[in-house]
């Protein structure tokens, strides 16, 4: 099987849960409708949608807009119930919804039920309602299938000021996992993308310069960088693949605490040693 056969959606039905906004969601709507995918692009913000459903019509493939709440159980199966009706069962399915607002970060001990549990809802439970209708559809069908869920970088570390956010993604990499070995005999892969910094159009900030310093790649993520991770998980290339968590971060988790911005441990003090190590010249 030729290496385009197997990384090619063509026809296979996919639905992108957060499709909306210009970013990682909107990406991965037109990478996969490109890769010839039928995409059933979901978002509650129908103006969110439109660049989407722009962009992809523009390039002449297909797509289907959905306008609802992916946390609202009876709209998405109500959705499930039209998709299924219409001959269009879902191969794949992949999450997006999530994040964290500006006025929701702040210590622990600071930090109020009502965010707690905002945050939790938005970042789990539309994963957790889309992922199991699409795959009680899917054993029911008898069709297998692709999960994908969107992670963060903080599920795999601490992230000061941003507890409930790291605390729902690192429940939703534990359900990842669950979800894979429960649906695998089913044929049904699930993966998560453990996303790091990611520019979208609500970053708030650019600070290429340390970027460079900081992430081992140096440069922060574009939502080209995630879209293209989801197809890879969605194809016959990770026919294999399950329960797994693919950091797409730049090198960022792999870089340990006690590496400095140039890269060496901050514990090689000696000026003239740094220098040979870096190829820099001593003053």
Known sequence: MSLETRLAIRDRVVWVVGAGGGGIGSAVACELAAAGAEVVAID??????EATLESIHADGNRVHARILDACDRNAMEDLMASERHAGRP???????V?????????????????????????NLRAAWLASQIFAREAIAAGSGGSVVQL??????????????????KAALISLTRTQALEWGPHGIRVNAIAAGTIHVPRSTSQNPERDRRVLPLGRRGVPADIAGAALFLLSDLSAFVTGQVLAVDGGASAKPSYLDDDGLPVFVEDAALRARLTGATED
């Open 44 to 49: 509650r913000d129908a103006a969110a949608l």
């Open 90 to 96: 879902p191969f794949g399915l992949v999450n997006i």
């Open 98 to 122: 999530g994040g964290l607002a500006a006025d929701q970060f702040g210590p622990i001990v600071e930090t109020s039920d009502e965010t707690f549990d905002d945050v939790l809802g938005l």
């Open 151 to 168: 992670a963060s970088i903080a599920a795999l570390e601490g992230m000061p000021f941003g507890a409930p956010y790291s605390a729902a």
